[in-house]
């Protein structure tokens, strides 16, 4: 579905949402519309199609999934990531003219987040990672977290997104006003008195505020968590068995002494229920739809956040039935393939084979890419001092996103209007 259409439904799709899932407006159920005259490849930037609403998300996006998947990221990709960059240091979703100054209500933290992740992990840009954590700090909000665009009430995809790319150190901080983003974060998580079927969810909220579970905000939490290294198998190795729910009957304060690997896990339990529910993946109902249909984007990312949160086997599962399916969804897009790869890379399982491969259709749809050798640094300044964190510095090595998101191929856009 094009991310116009998307954004179209959006307002419409709104009253149709069911607790199992994501904002219909925000998942990827079709395979993107075929373009009606040849798009033009272009040397420095993922994909062909037109770039306005998703071209910072999408390359910084299949930058990082080039990465991990073994290779190293032409500088011609980082290069248009850079001049994308606005002089405060913030990210709009895409800069026609990049000679013009940005105006400041286009730029936004989703876009900013997921270029800082990119960066970070291929080395590129030192100053510009320093501005952009400079400008994601002063549009932080009071209670901790983030919006879309600076200003509106904090969101958890926006906040997940942030936090994947500060890292840990930052994440825990407080603020003047004594609130950390990762409080905000768990202030977006059913606990022990929501209905038991709500607890462990993270909600968004809806146009009234009052916050309604949802599957995507949920897998971009998790993946927010894992990637600044706050939860994640990286931070538990030696964790053997599927974690479980907190017991509200024992202790009805259960969910508010969590740390965030307990957080994180309680967040899994709940989103392999809805897999389950699912039959082995994630549904959206569209609208006009009498039924759900499958919501390739959301799976995708729920593997990488079930992985994270030791349900590995479930993660495994449903990755096998997306690697099956998905095919038609991805081609051509270069999100959505990054996605895949990144879920495969999660769940430890092999990718799609042959011409389903996500990975080289990735890379060629980008500029040309090499092949890291065996056992070589991500990076070539891996081990150079940039001013980060520690924590953001470690994320670097694991360099495994979240995300965002809902199809978050090409959420970008759905993203923004779904604010309240």
């Keep these: 579905m094009s991310l116009r259409r998307r954004a179209a439904l959006l307002v419409t799709a709104a009253s149709t949402l069911t607790a199992l899932a994501a904002p219909a407006a925000l998942a990827d159920t079709t395979p993107p519309a075929a373009p009606s005259t040849p798009p033009v490849t272009r040397a420095d930037l993922y994909g062909a199609g037109d770039p306005t609403y998703d071209g910072v998300w999408r390359q910084g996006y ?13 500088g011609r990709a980082s290069s248009w990531l850079l001049a994308q960059q606005c002089a405060d240091g913030g990210w709009p979703s895409y800069r026609a003219d990049t000679a013009k100054p940005c105006d400041p209500k286009t730029e936004d933290t ?36 983030w919006s ?20 840990a150190d930052a994440a825990r901080k407080p603020n003047a006003k004594g609130k950390s983003p990762y409080d905000a974060l768990r202030g977006f998580q059913f606990g022990c008195s929501a209905a038991p079927a709500d607890r462990g969810a993270f909600g968004y909220p809806g146009t009234d505020g009052k916050l309604v579970p949802n599957a995507k905000a949920t897998a971009d939490a998790l993946r ?4 600044a290294r706050l939860a994640g198998r990286q931070v538990t190795e ?24 307990g957080t994180a896990a309680a967040a899994g339990t709940w989103l392999a229920a809805q897999v389950a529910k699912g039959g082995g993946h994630l549904t959206a109902v569209t609208p006009g739809a009498t039924a759900p249909v499958p919501d390739y984007g959301t799976t995708a990312d729920a593997v990488v956040g079930l992985a994270n949160a030791g349900h590995v ?69 891996d081990k150079k001092d940039d001013g980060l ?22 959420l970008l856009s759905g993203r923004k209007r779904r604010r309240p």
């Design 389 to 410: 964190s520690s924590s953001a510095t470690t994320w670097i090595i694991v360099g495994v996103v979240f995300v965002a998101s809902a199809g978050f191929g090409l």
């Design 148 to 167: 879309y665009n600076p200003g509106g009430p904090s969101d958890p995809d926006s906040t997940a997104v942030v936090i994947a790319g500060i890292g």
């Design 224 to 227: 927010g968590l894992a990637d």
């Design 62 to 74: 299949a930058e990082i999934a080039v990465s991990m998947g073994g290779y190293f990221v032409n």
């Design 313 to 381: 086997t479930e993660a495994q599962r449903t990755y096998t039935w997306l690697a099956a399916n998905s095919a038609a969804w991805a081609k051509g897009n270069p999100a959505a393939l990054a996605q895949l790869v990144l879920a495969a890379n999660a769940a430890q399982s092999p990718r799609a084979s042959g011409a389903d491969d996500p990975l080289p259709q990735l890379i060629a749809l980008g500029p040309a890419a090499t092949k890291r050798a065996t056992g070589a640094e991500l990076r070539s300044d």
């Design 110 to 145: 989703n876009a900013t987040g997921m270029a800082l992740q990119a960066l970070q992990l291929t080395g590129a840009g030192s100053p510009a990672v320093k501005r952009a954590r400079d400008w994601l700090a002063k549009v932080q909000n009071a209670d901790g977290g």
């Design 238 to 261: 030696t964790a053997t068995t599927t974690p479980t729910a907190p017991d509200c009957a024992a202790d009805p304060d259960a969910y508010a002494s969590l740390d965030p690997v």
